[in-house]
């Protein structure tokens, strides 16, 4: 049996919705001040949800409500690595604080520690990295997160925004 429905068309209702003014709404909401404030918001909540870098060469990115943070090596360490051989992840369900190195980054060049700029608990570890630990070079600050955490306080140490990040990386 057929859906009486298609996707398509349940897509075309809902959109048709938000911008046509149903007639139960009063002439001065929803076709006048849906898209004003869904702009206000996606502007507010890209703010909100800068990553952030640390100059050891981690990011991360706290989710919106503040509770959990997802960290990973940036773009610049991951050139500055070479071809990744090996990742020691974190064990979820381990407290961390600040500073902590909670994993190690091999390379065929060097080997660096992953340290947290927060304190709080592993909640998740990208397991695909142990499986393959080169695809951390081909998106560091993307699919090739290291680990997600339940944030416990404040970020410490010093952080920066992209533009302040890369001015840091080509100073050095």
Sequence with gaps: MAARFSAARVARQLTSFAVQRPSFFPSTCAH????PLQRRLFAE?????????????EWIDISLDGKTATLGISDYAAKALGDVVYIE?????????????IGAVESVKSASDILTPISGKVTEVNSVLEEKPGSIN???EGEGW????AIEGEPEGKT????EYTAFTEEA
């Design 89 to 101: 992840l974190p064990q979820v369900d381990m407290d961390i604080s600040a500073g902590d190195a």
């Design 45 to 57: 909540s890209a703010a909100a949800k800068e990553r952030q870098y640390t100059e050891d060469h």
């Design 160 to 163: 920066m925004n992209k533009e």
């Design 32 to 35: 006048k001040t849906v898209a």
């Design 146 to 149: 290291i680990a997600k955490i």
């Design 138 to 140: 081909k998106d560091p």
